[in-house]
């Protein structure tokens, strides 16, 4: 995206609001789960009852740290929780149980790449705090599902080092690949397990200084975020142009309208009054176990991308493909291991996987062709045993019900028409039915050779070698 | 013939297993005591008549039938402050807030006791949310003290105490944040005993001030709260900030002597402000204790003097969150409103009582942005100081002797429009749980008057047994709830 007033710059930052991917609840043993009844997943804890007590669910801290850890944070080995008061139907006790002061994982950083072009997003911090329920609206009242309420929530704050509302989208993504690599999140965006706070301030080019920024709560899509900010951004620029100032406010986007509007200004701010909370102690980690969360890191993306184009020689296009999740790249690798034909491995996931999962929206976690499979239909065309559209053939049946391609092949009696007795038949009957293309052939016309082998292989439905039939065609045409 | 109501836990005990008596008549003459006084002294704001029959049957049949005993307290009655949480009980803090309200749950402690085979009696009054150091904080009207009835029990667990000591239970389970234990156990002439910070769970316990709260017996000897303690105290993973470290045989630690003991007498203790007939029987009591083989000298706790500013901006500071959670929405009480931050008004302003807000507010003005550093922060580092005090004096001692309250108990109305005369009345009892460590109130004699007066024995953390050592020996020694020849607060004196 060009920027819509080159003379203007704006700085973006971004608080992402990621649910961590635990079994239980933060600070209960209640199931974190999506689409329950409402109200069936509560306890007195998530509930806020009177004398319930938070206890800390170990798994969150590990997957925070392990998200610190794949950002290149520095990890906090001793971090608190306080409480972070303020009055809502859907916060059980009316106050929040976040981090304040010292969060589980400090700095960081993220590369995102726009345009070809490669930048450097740092990360002020990472901390764990508890999610709230839900407000539900009805005709004449309202009510509150607290299914939600306790699930373990990860703040991830970054500098306001994005520069575009394609920056913004780009950082989104990378951050949600990378958290989906390490397994730390889902990252749904329809489940809600990410929403989003945004930071965007405007200055002239060439001023040091930040401009006065706007703050736009409680995103739920990255489109919208991008929307959001392109009309934030023009906003700014109209307001300052016009030589007014921008207000230091919390603003709503409104993405029926298209548009953000004030919701309050920085003097209703809220006053948190944050204090340690007593009902926890701190959360204690020892270089030791952090050390053996760090050796337990998935490989990230963009260096298992630049693996892929070094190791097996993929182009860097299909690199990325490959590497754009984790599930995808560990059956390419799993595929190209065992049956050490790189390239073919790669034809393979790309084209006929993706396009099938694609066609039924199916997860690759879903599909019934093993790695083995692939890599073994893959030798079967290598061997020529098969030619390629029975191998594609053959792939549709593992695609459906699984199953092992040798037997297959032979079980349908398609392998590789390779007797050249019979082509030769297939041949001669080719040219006798469509003497006139023979007759081009004969008169220099060579791509005439290529509609005869067409024939030969229609009428083998597939089967024949395709060499041999050509070979054939030839020493009868031109015999 | 003295009434079953009348005797301690252990007594009671010893007689059920001798055949002398059943559950079903232990209820029930404490039924009828409570029908006879609980009009006068409202000590109990809810009863579990019918439910308390019916267990107390279960445990005879069980008997009956040879089934050894689930503890000591099988088939013994207890009674509970309005802040336990017990599941289809109501647990209504005495506040109009939770008014309807009835727990889905029982806290760790409850728990405890049914798995012990104790019988839940009843639920007693208190100062609304545990604020108040008198009892006439509770929305449901005070309670009075046996022993004068013109008279406050203390507070804020001052239904439990009027009631150990008027007669109407054996023994009940109270909390203390600054006191509400020690003190009325103090005004009332009961055991009472604040347990060291982590030694309960406080799961279940609805929470005034999280860092300071813990909940303990209040009993008619030591020897009782010994074993109540033993029931109740131990690791509870729901509580993290319980600690992981083993129950001694609390009963076992119980003797006639104190030899060998060292006891300090904080000198800040006994200085200004403090009653004449107070400290007279305090010091007596040391003297006994140097009778019973102890070494007695002064000790300085020199920070004692900032304890009571403190606390009143800890407490209040976690109170404010702790609180913010009855707003109508869920339970409890609701007035309707406009939208959602009317309907929070509305609720609080006509939920909570004068004290409560007062508290709220406190709290919420000390956390607010800006005074943040110079209030609560500064309090945490008194804190330190007042605790690193203790440890100084521990090394030199092995336990403390002081009075629990600077004056025996005061005449209802007489400190209630004097928030602040009130709150320094909590100065004996603070430090220690700012400290985290804990603190015994045993009786030590009467005023001319015949008002009962306290000794606390406080200890280092974890010292509970030594506490019960001391406070055994001398009360063993000088049974001042059987010598005393002032007027009977109730049926038990002079009766056994
Ligand atoms: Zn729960």
């Known amino acids: ?479 | 013939m003295a009434r079953l109501s009348s005797f301690a836990l252990h007594e009671l005990s010893a007689k059920l297993a001798a055949g002398e008596c059943s559950s079903v008549e232990i209820v029930n003459d404490l039924l009828d005591a409570i029908a006879e006084r609980n009009g006068e002294l409202h000590a109990y704001l809810w009863l579990n008549a019918e439910e308390a029959r019916a267990a107390a049957a279960e445990a005879d049949r069980r008997r009956a039938a040879g089934e050894s005993p689930r503890s000591p307290l099988d088939g013994l009655p207890v009674a509970l402050k309005d802040n336990l949480s017990a599941r289809g009980q109501p647990c209504g803090c005495a506040s109009r807030i939770l008014e309807g309200y009835r727990a889905p749950y029982d806290a760790h402690v409850v728990e405890r006791l049914r798995a012990a085979g104790a019988i839940l009696l009843g639920r007693t009054n208190m100062d609304e949310f545990a604020m108040g150091s008198s009892t006439e904080n509770s929305a449901y009207g005070p309670t009075r003290n046996p022993w004068d009835s013109e008279r406050v029990p203390g507070g804020s667990s001052g239904g439990a105490a009027a009631a150990v000591a008027g007669g109407l239970a054996l023994a009940a389970l109270g909390s203390d944040t600054g006191g509400s234990i020690r003190q009325p156990a103090s005004f009332c002439g009961c055991v009472g005993l604040k347990p060291t910070y982590g030694r309960v769970s406080r799961y279940g316990l609805v929470a005034y001030a999280s860092s300071l709260d813990q909940i303990g017996p209040i009993a008619r000897d030591t020897r009782d709260a010994a074993r109540l303690l033993g029931i109740i105290a131990g690791r509870d993973a729901r509580d993290s900030t319980s600690l992981d470290a083993a129950v001694p045989d609390y009963e076992a630690a119980l003797g006639e002597r104190l030899d060998g003991l060292r006891l300090g007498l904080p000198r800040e203790y006994f200085g200004a402000g403090l009653d004449p007939e107070v400290e007279r029987a305090a010091r007596a009591a040391a003297e006994q204790c140097r009778a019973l083989g102890a070494e007695v000298f002064e000790v300085e706790l020199p920070h004692t003097p900032y304890a009571v500013a403190a606390y009143y901006l800890l407490a209040t500071a976690e109170a404010s969150a702790n609180l913010a959670r009855f707003d109508g929405v869920r339970y409890g009480r609701r007035v309707e409103g406009e939208d959602p931050t009317d309907l929070y008004q509305r609720t609080r302003a006509a939920g909570f009582g004068p004290e409560v807000k007062r508290r709220i507010i406190l709290g919420a003005f000390a956390l607010s942005h800006g005074y943040y550093d110079a209030y609560y922060l500064r309090a945490q580092k008194v804190r330190t100081l007042i605790r690193r005090d203790f440890e100084a004096a521990f090394e030199r001692c092995d336990a403390l002797l002081a009075p629990v309250a600077p004056t025996p108990a005061y005449r209802l109305g007489e400190k209630t429009d004097n928030p602040l005369a009130m709150y320094l009345g909590d100065i004996l009892t603070i430090p220690v749980n700012l400290a985290g460590i804990c603190g015994l109130s045993v009786p030590c004699g009467f005023t001319p008057g015949g008002l009962p007066i306290g000794l606390q024995i406080i200890a280092p953390a974890l010292g509970e047994e030594r506490a019960l050592r001391v406070g055994h020996a001398y009360e063993q020694a000088t049974r001042w709830m059987e010598k005393t020849s002032h007027a009977s607060p109730s049926a038990i004196r002079g009766q056994r």
């Open chain 1, 1 to 479: 995206m060009t920027s819509p007033a080159p003379e203007f710059l704006a700085s973006i930052g971004l608080e992402t609001h990621v649910q961590l991917r635990t079994a239980s609840k933060l600070f209960c043993g209640c199931a974190r789960a999506f689409g329950a009844p409402p109200n069936t997943l509560v306890c007195p804890v998530c509930l806020g009852l009177p004398g319930a007590m938070p206890t800390v669910n170990r798994e969150a801290v590990r997957l925070t740290v392990r998200a610190g850890l794949l950002l290149d944070c520095e990890i906090g080995l001793r971090s608190k929780f306080d409480r972070k008061s303020y009055f809502y139907p859907d916060m059980p006790k009316n106050y929040q149980i976040s981090q304040y002061d010292r969060p589980l994982c400090i700095g960081g950083k993220l590369e995102i790449e726009v345009g070809g072009a490669r930048k450097t997003i740092r990360l002020t911090r990472i901390h764990l705090e508890e999610d709230v329920g839900k407000s539900l609206h009805f005709e004449s009242s309202s009510g509150v599902d607290f299914n939600r309420a306790g699930a373990p929530l990860m703040e991830i704050v970054s500098e306001p080092d994005l520069a575009t509302p394609d920056e913004a989208m780009a950082y989104l993504l990378a951050l949600k690949q990378i958290l989906v690599y390490g397994g730390i999140s889902d990252a749904n965006l329809e489940e809600g397990n990410v929403r989003c706070d945004i930071n965007v301030s405007v200055r002239p080019a060439g001023a040091t200084r930040l401009g006065t920024k706007a703050e736009i709560k409680n995103m739920n899509t990255f489109k919208g975020v991008h929307r959001a900010l392109t009309y934030e951004i023009e906003r700014q620029i109209r307001v300052l142009r016009a030589g007014g100032a921008i207000r230091q406010e919390t603003r709503r986007w409104d993405d029926a309208a298209g548009r953000t509007e004030a919701m309050r200004s920085k003097e209703d701010a809220h006053d948190y009054r944050y204090f340690p909370e007593p009902d926890l102690l701190p959360i204690e980690l020892t270089a030791e176990e952090v050390a053996a969360w760090r050796a337990d890191l998935p490989e990230r993306p963009a260096a298992r991308r630049a693996r892929f184009v070094a190791a097996y020689g993929l182009p860097e296009y299909d690199a990325g493909v490959l590497t754009a999740e984790k599930a995808i790249a560990d059956y390419f690798e799993a595929v190209a291991r065992a049956c050490g034909n790189f390239k073919a491995a790669s034809n393979w996931v790309m084209t006929e996987v993706l396009r099938a999962l694609g066609e039924r929206q199916m997860d690759i976690a879903q599909l019934r062709v093993t790695p083995a499979a692939l890599a073994a239909l893959i030798g079967l065309v290598e061997r020529k045993v098969i030619t390629m559209p029975t191998a594609k053939e053959v792939f549709a049946h593992l695609f459906e019900r699984g199953g092992d391609p040798e037997a297959i092949v032979k079980e349908k009696g398609l392998a590789q028409v390779s007797d050249t007795g019979a082509i030769d038949a297939l041949a001669e009957a080719a040219i006798a039915a469509h003497p006139s293309v023979a007759a081009d052939y004969r008169a220099g016309k060579k791509p005439a050779l290529q509609f005869l082998v067409g024939q030969v292989m229609k009428a083998s439905r597939g089967k024949a070698n395709p060499q041999l039939a050509a070979e054939a065609l030839k020493r009868k045409l031109e015999g």
